[in-house]
């Protein structure tokens, strides 16, 4: 079956810095969308950042100039740099793809099952 795994989650202080990665696997004709999304306690899940297969990116407002997204397309990974986190960025991070697993089948979203980012001094 797919499986999408993230790594790279942590504590990190205010002002720090932390690079999540996602790699699927498994059966996988394309994979055409990728994206982190996060839900803190208490709050709905939300998307942080999205990249398509060509390149295209969106982040949500809170992240723009701090998360870079990134993609290996040969690799079927994703990854996410965060740069500059504050207590506001804490969170469960998951990794999405949005892909076929053959040509037959139809496009829908598969996640991992997601890596705390805790931001704390």
């Known amino acids: 079956q797919v499986q999408l795994v993230e790594s790279g989650g942590g504590l990190v202080q205010p002002g720090g810095s932390l690079r999540l990665s996602c790699a699927a696997s498994g059966r996988i004709f394309n994979i055409y969308g990728m994206g982190w999304h996060r839900q803190a306690p208490g709050q709905q899940r939300e998307l942080v950042a999205a990249?398509?297969?060509?390149?295209?990116?969106n982040y949500t407002d809170s992240v723009k100039g701090r998360f870079t997204i990134s993609r290996d397309n040969a690799k079927n990974t994703v990854y996410l740099q965060m740069n500059s986190l504050q207590p506001e960025d804490t969170a469960v991070y998951l990794c999405?793809?949005?892909?076929?697993?053959?040509?037959?089948?139809?496009?829908?979203?598969?996640w991992g099952q997601g890596t705390q980012v805790t931001v704390s001094s």
């Open positions: 999405n793809a949005n892909l076929r697993v053959t040509i037959s089948r139809p496009i829908r979203d598969y």
């Open positions: 990249i398509a297969s060509g390149g295209h990116t």
